[in-house]
């Protein structure tokens, strides 16, 4: 990949004031798109943009309301002129706790994140890139759905159910150019874990802007070419075999 890969391109990150939607927003920046990202806290946002380059701005919405992906499709038309070329759903949530402890709000609103805001976010972006001919939707996953960790319910099923609606869009988007393909993290450093350094010293924990450089590949392929899926891990993770 050059330095140059997405000259002129727009692309939404939700999610991108920390962690890996952060990684992407500064990796699509420094390829030469123009990125808007959004989230809940304005200092991170803030932080963000200052860390990435003038090509990056942000919107402070909770995708999670409706009227705020409203207000976060409106200013990427406002910013962007009307095109969108890239959208990346990285916005979510875990949720750790025995089952017998979980309520169904602690589920639901793993899903409103994760699932739900994905789906609005996706379906906005979809009639932007079906009208101008084509685009790209990347989600970002989870190993866990493919071998879950125990206690976590709410977040194992949010992402299997999102690679079941990547695989859905991506089956509906081919006939107009949509791409959409769906990138599945293992341990990667972020707001998430409570023991971070026991994760890193036991299992690995990769830094966010080397998820980045996935999702970067992803966005730069050809229009004609889709990576429908990537599976991305420390080395010494326990995801073959764990269990």
Not at 17 to 27: C, H
Not at 87 to 110: K, M
Not at 131 to 157: D, E, L
């Amino acid at each position: 990949m050059s330095a140059g890969d997405l000259v002129g391109r727009s692309a939404i990150v939700t999610g991108g004031g920390s962690g890996i939607g952060r990684g992407v927003a500064a990796a699509f920046a420094a390829a030469g798109a123009n990125v808007l990202i959004c989230g809940r806290d304005r200092e991170r946002l803030e932080s963000a943009c200052q860390n990435s380059g003038r090509t990056v701005s942000y919107i402070v919405a909770d995708i999670t309301l409706e009227r705020d992906v409203d207000r976060l499709f409106a200013e990427a038309e406002r910013i962007f002129s009307g095109r969108l070329d890239i959208l990346v759903n990285n916005a979510g949530r875990s949720t750790t706790a025995r089952t017998e402890y979980l309520s169904v709000q602690d589920f639901e609103n793993a899903i409103a994140l994760n699932v739900t805001s994905a789906f609005r976010c996706a379906l906005r972006a979809f009639r932007i890139m079906k009208a101008q001919g084509g685009g790209r939707i990347i989600n970002i996953g989870s190993v866990s759905s493919r071998v879950p960790r125990g206690n976590s319910v709410p977040y194992t099923t949010s992402k299997f159910a999102l690679d079941g609606m990547t695989r859905a869009l991506a089956l509906d988007g081919r006939s107009c150019g949509i791409a959409v393909s769906v990138l599945h993290p293992g341990n990667t450093e972020s707001g998430i874990w409570s023991d971070q350094e026991k994760i890193r010293v036991a299992e690995g924990l990769m830094p966010a802007d080397q998820v980045a450089r996935a999702a970067l590949l992803m966005a730069s392929l050809p229009p004609d070419i889709n990576m429908l899926e990537a599976t991305m891990l420390p080395l010494k993770m326990p995801f073959l075999g764990r269990g």
